[in-house]
C-alpha cells in the first residue's frame, strides 16, 4: 500500500509541472495587456504603463520570467497577486474553505440521494417509482446550474424566505448552492447505481442470499447495494472535480466566496500569479482526490485488497 | 397574497413590541432635545447592507482605479474640497483655498481637529505625504497618478497650510481633489502597513474599515469622533448607521431578489426591466444619479478607410437612429446623449441637444457624392471592387445591452448600404485590439466631472498605440483641437472655460467624430424605510445622511 501510493505521488510531480508550464505559457500567449487591464478603463500615459511593467517584472523577457515562475513555485510560494498585492497562497486558502465546505456539502447530497434514489429506482425496476426517478435524474443532469440555482433563490429565499440568497459562512447559506449543485451530481449517481444494481442484482450470489431466507431490504442494502457501489464511488471521484468546476457558476449566482471566482476574477484581470497560483492547487487537490478514490476501493472491495 | 398579509400583520405585531419594549428602556434617558411629535424621527444605529456588483481589488485610494473601490472607500476618505451640484467647489478638510491666476499654484488652509481613524492627526504634512506617495513609482498608482497630473511638489507653509506645485497649467485639480481617488489617508497606517494598506484602509471619513471578507463582502462602523462634514451633507457629526456593509453578489437577479426580498436594504446598478417593475413597488425606492463626463461614446477609427472622409461618418450619423435604440433597450429608463460630455458634467454644451437627427435620404445622397455608388448582390455598397463594411469592437459580457445597440446600427445602416460586421470578444481581447488599432467603430464611457475628460478622448496624445491603452479611439489627430484641449486647463473661470469647450463639441459633432449613445444613470433599488441616500457629483453613492425611519 504504501509503495502505491509513494508511486502514485511521484507521478503526480510531472503533472504538475505540465500544469505549471501550460498555465503559464496560455496565460501570456492569451492577447490582452495585465497593466492596461489594471487601469480598469482609467486612461493612463506610457510613463505610468512601463513603470507599472517595470513593478511586476513584465518588462524581463518571457524565459527569464518564466525561470523566475518555476523557481518560486519549487520552493512552495506562489508569488504576489498583481492587483491584490498579497501573497497568492493566502488568498486561495482564503477562499478555499467555502469551495471546499460546498464541495463536500453538495457531494453528500449526490451520493445520498443518487444512492437511494438508483436503488429505489432498480429495485421497481419499470414501476411507477422508477419512471419518476428517471425524470428527476434526467432534469438534474440536464438543468444549467445557474438556472436551477436562480429557481431556488426565486422559491426559497425572494418568495418563501427560508434561506439567505447571499453571502458564505453557516449552515442556512449552504443549503440552497449545495442542493443546487447536488442535484446534477444526484442525476449521474442515481443512473450509475441504477444500472450497477441491476447488473448485480441478476448475478448467482444474489439468489444463494434470498434462498438463505434473508431478509430483502438485507440482501439489497447490505450485499447488493455494497457491490454496486464501486463505479459509483469512481463517479464520486470525477464529480468532485466536476465539482469545483461547476462552483464557479454557483459561487457567481449565490455570491458565495470561493476558488471559482477568485480564478475567474484573475483571469479577467490577468493576475498571472493569482491564475498560475489557484490553477496548481486545483491540480493538486485533483491528484489527491484521484489518490483517495484509489485508495477507497480497497477498503470497500477486499478482493482489491488481496489482489494487491 | 394572503401569506403575505399575514406576514406583514406578524411583522407589524413585532415591530409594536420591539418598539414598546424599547420605549421601556430608553424613559430613563434624558428627553431629546429637538423633535416635534408628528414628524418623522431619524433612528440612530442599526445596520445596512448594500449590494454591490463588483469586487474592488483594493481599498486603497491611490492605488484602486475601480467604481466599485470608489463606492466603498468614499465613506472611508474624505477630500480636501467637495465639489457641489453647480460645479463650484465648498470647503472640507480644506477651510479656504487660494489659486495662481496662472492655476499652477494652489494654497489650502486645513482644518485643525480633524483625526485619521488611528489618531494621526491631519496636518499640511499628511496632505504632502499623500500626494507624494500617489507619484511614487512604487505606490503604483493606476489612476490617482493621472488625476494629480503635472505634479510638481508640495510645500508645508505651515502645521496647517499646504501648497501644491504644478509644472504645468492644472485647472482640473479641484474637481480632481474632489474625488476620492484623491482622498486623505493616514500617512502613519500607509508606513505600518506597507502594500497592504489596500487591505488595511485609514482614513479620516465617517466610516471605519472593519472587515473584508475576500468576493463576499466588505464591513465598516461608525466613527464616533466624526465631526468635519462637508456643507453638502444632511447632518454634522458622526453617521447615524452603526454599520455599513457591501455584499459583493456578481448576478443581476441574485442582487435584486435580495433586495425584493428584504434580505438587504439596498443594492445597485439595477437593469432596466427591473427599475420599472421597482418603481411600482411599494416597499422600493429607486434612485437615481446621472454620470458626469463622457457617455457612451462611439467612434470612427480615422485612420482607416473610408472613415477618414467626414461625408461618410456624416453618413452613418445620419442614418442611426438614437432615439429609437435608447427607447427599445432601456425602456425608458435612459437618457438618449447628444454631445460628448454629459448634461451633468461641468462645461456641458447644451447647444448639442437636437443638433443632429435621422436623415436616411441625406446619407444616401453622401455616400453617392463619396463614390459608394456600386451594390453587390445584399445590396451592400460598393467602391472600387470593396464593400463598404463596419466592424464594430465590442466586449463580453453584455455591458448595459452595448452589445444590442450594435445589433440595432447592423439593422439601420444596411438601410443605407452599410454593411456592419459586430466583433465580439473577451475584454482582455478587446484592449488588445484596441492598443493595436484593429477596428471601425468601437466604444467607451468615462466617468468625470471636469470637462478635460474631452483631452482622455480626443487629443493626440491619448492616442492608443501597441504600447499605451489610451481613449482616443477614433484616433483623432487635429491641432485645433488639441489646442482647445489644452487652453481648458490654464484658467480656473468655469465661464471662460466653458466657452472653450462648447467649441470642441461642437466641432467633433459637426465632424462626426462622436456618436454618443446614452447617458448612464448609476441606478440604486433600497428598501422605502432607509431615507439619506445621496450622491456625489460623479454619481457615488454617500451613506453618511443614511437613517432608518421610526
Known amino acids: 500500500m504504501i509503495g502505491f501510493l509513494v508511486r502514485r505521488i511521484l507521478a503526480a510531480i510531472p503533472v504538475l509541472f505540465g500544469v505549471a508550464t501550460l498555465v503559464f505559457f496560455i496565460l501570456r500567449l492569451l492577447p490582452g495587456d495585465p497593466i492596461a487591464l489594471m487601469l480598469a478603463g482609467a486612461p493612463a500615459d506610457e510613463e505610468t504603463m512601463n513603470n507599472l511593467r517595470q513593478q511586476f517584472g513584465l518588462d524581463q523577457p518571457l524565459i527569464m520570467q518564466y525561470f523566475t515562475f518555476l523557481g518560486h513555485i519549487a520552493t512552495g510560494n506562489f508569488g504576489q497577486s498583481f492587483v491584490r498585492s498579497e501573497p497568492v497562497m493566502g488568498m486561495i486558502g482564503e477562499q478555499f474553505v467555502s469551495t471546499l465546505m460546498l464541495t463536500l456539502a453538495s457531494t453528500l447530497i449526490a451520493v445520498v440521494l443518487g444512492a437511494v434514489l438508483g436503488v429505489i429506482s432498480a429495485i421497481h425496476r419499470n414501476g411507477w417509482a422508477d419512471f419518476v426517478i428517471r425524470i428527476i435524474s434526467l432534469l ?162 477486499p478482493r482489491v485488497r488481496t489482489s494487491n | 397574497m394572503r401569506l403575505t398579509r399575514t406576514k406583514q400583520v406578524v411583522c407589524s ?71 457641489t451640484a453647480d460645479h463650484s467647489f465648498k470647503p472640507w478638510l480644506a477651510t479656504s483655498w487660494e489659486i495662481s491666476p496662472d492655476a499652477k499654484q494652489f494654497t489650502f488652509h486645513l482644518r485643525k481637529d480633524v ?59 479641484m474637481e480632481a481633489l474632489s474625488q476620492a481617488f484623491l482622498g486623505m489617508a493616514s500617512p502613519t497606517a500607509v508606513k505600518k502597513f506597507g502594500d497592504k494598506f489596500g487591505q488595511n484602509p485609514v482614513g479620516t471619513g465617517p466610516f471605519v474599515f472593519e472587515k473584508w471578507i475576500q468576493k463576499s463582502e466588505i464591513a465598516l462602523n461608525k466613527n464616533p469622533d466624526y465631526n468635519w462634514a462637508p456643507e453638502t451633507a444632511g447632518h454634522t457629526g458622526a453617521a447615524y448607521l452603526d454599520k455599513l456593509i457591501y455584499r459583493i453578489i456578481p448576478e443581476d437577479s441574485t442582487r435584486v431578489g435580495s433586495v425584493q426580498s428584504g434580505q438587504i436594504a439596498a443594492a445597485e446598478t439595477i437593469p432596466p426591466q427591473n427599475i ?46 438614437m432615439d429609437t435604440i435608447v427607447k427599445t433597450l432601456y425602456m425608458g429608463t435612459y437618457q438618449r446623449a ?21 436623415d436616411t435620404a441625406k446619407a444616401n445622397q453622401l455616400l453617392d457624392e463619396a463614390g459608394w455608388t456600386e451594390r453587390d448582390a445584399n445590396g451592400t455598397r460598393m467602391k472600387n471592387g470593396q464593400p463598404l463594411v463596419m466592424n ?81 479611439l477614433g484616433h483623432l489627430e487635429n491641432q485645433e483641437i488639441d489646442q482647445l484641449l489644452m487652453d481648458g486647463l ?23 467624430l462622436t456618436l454618443p449613445t446614452y447617458v448612464f444613470p448609476y441606478t440604486v433599488a433600497a428598501q ?14 454617500l451613506f453618511y445622511d443614511v437613517a432608518k425611519t421610526q
Not at chain 1, 200 to 216: A, D, H, P, W, Y
Not at chain 1, 242 to 271: H, P, S, W, Y
Not at chain 2, 147 to 158: F, K, M
Not at chain 2, 289 to 309: E, F, H, I, R, V
Open chain 2, 528 to 541: 422605502k424605510e432607509f431615507t439619506g441616500i445621496q450622491f456625489d457629483s460623479r454619481a457615488y453613492p
Open chain 2, 115 to 173: 483625526k485619521f481613524h488611528d489618531g494621526t492627526p491631519f496636518n499640511a504634512e499628511a496632505v504632502k505625504f499623500n500626494f507624494d506617495r500617489i507619484v511614487d513609482p512604487k505606490t503604483k498608482s493606476r489612476f490617482a497618478v493621472s488625476l494629480i497630473g503635472p505634479y510638481d511638489s508640495s510645500e508645508v507653509i505651515d502645521e496647517y497650510t499646504i501648497r501644491v506645485n504644478f509644472k504645468q497649467p492644472h485647472a482640473p485639480f
Open chain 2, 490 to 512: 490654464k484658467s480656473t473661470d468655469l465661464k471662460v472655460r466653458s466657452d472653450i469647450y462648447a467649441k470642441v463639441q461642437e466641432y467633433l459633432i459637426e465632424n462626426a
Open chain 2, 276 to 321: 420599472v417593475a421597482f418603481k411600482n413597488d411599494s416597499n422600493i425606492q429607486m434612485l437615481e444619479a446621472q454620470s458626469p463626463g463622457s457617455p457612451y461614446t462611439l467612434m470612427l477609427n480615422t485612420t482607416k478607410q473610408p472613415w477618414d472622409d467626414v461625408k461618410v461618418r456624416t453618413a452613418v450619423m445620419l442614418a442611426i437612429d
Open chain 2, 338 to 358: 447628444w454631445g460628448p460630455l454629459t448634461p451633468s458634467t461641468a462645461g456641458y454644451d447644451p447647444k448639442v441637444e437636437n443638433s443632429w437627427k435621422p
Open chain 1, 140 to 301: 438534474g443532469i440536464s438543468m444549467p446550474t445557474f438556472w436551477s440555482g436562480i429557481l431556488l433563490i426565486l422559491i426559497f429565499s425572494v418568495h418563501l424566505n427560508w434561506f439567505p440568497a447571499t453571502g458564505s459562512g453557516g449552515f442556512s447559506r449552504l443549503v440552497l448552492p449545495a442542493c443546487a449543485l447536488g442535484l446534477v451530481g444526484a442525476g449521474f449517481i442515481v443512473r450509475m447505481v441504477r444500472n450497477s444494481m441491476l447488473e448485480v442484482i441478476n448475478e448467482q450470489f444474489i439468489m444463494t442470499l434470498r434462498s438463505k431466507g434473508l431478509s430483502e431490504r438485507i440482501v439489497m442494502y447490505q450485499h447488493a447495494l455494497r457491490n454496486a457501489l464501486i463505479p459509483a464511488v469512481t463517479m464520486v471521484g470525477v464529480q468532485i472535480g466536476e465539482l469545483l468546476a461547476g462552483a464557479v457558476i454557483i459561487e457567481t449566482v449565490f455570491a458565495r466566496q470561493g476558488l471559482g471566482r477568485l480564478i475567474v476574477d484573475a483571469i479577467m484581470n490577468k493576475d498571472f500569479p493569482t491564475v498560475e497560483g489557484a490553477v496548481l492547487f486545483t491540480a493538486i487537490v485533483y491528484v489527491v482526490v484521484n489518490i483517495l478514490v484509489d485508495v477507497s476501493y480497497s477498503v470497500i472491495d
Open chain 2, 13 to 83: 405585531l413585532l415591530l409594536v413590541t420591539s418598539l414598546l419594549a424599547g420605549c421601556g428602556k430608553e424613559s430613563a434617558a434624558p428627553a431629546p432635545a429637538s423633535g416635534t411629535p408628528g414628524t418623522e424621527a431619524k433612528a440612530s444605529g442599526g445596520e445596512f447592507i448594500f449590494g454591490l456588483a463588483s469586487e474592488p481589488t483594493v481599498l486603497d485610494p491611490g492605488v484602486e482605479p475601480s467604481a466599485a473601490g470608489y463606492r466603498v472607500f468614499r465613506q472611508i476618505f474624505d477630500s480636501l474640497v467637495v465639489e
Open chain 2, 392 to 472: 464594430y469592437l465590442i466586449g463580453t459580457p453584455n455591458r448595459e445591452k452595448r452589445h444590442d445597440i450594435g445589433t440595432m446600427m447592423q439593422q439601420q445602416l444596411k438601410q443605407i448600404g452599410i454593411s456592419v460586421k459586430i466583433d465580439l470578444q473577451a475584454t482582455n481581447a478587446v484592449v488588445s485590439a484596441i492598443m493595436n488599432g484593429q477596428y471601425d467603430m468601437t466604444g467607451t464611457s468615462l466617468v468625470q466631472g471636469d470637462p478635460d475628460v474631452l483631452r482622455s478622448i480626443y487629443h493626440s496624445i491619448n492616442t492608443p498605440t501597441p504600447q499605451k491603452f489610451a481613449f482616443n
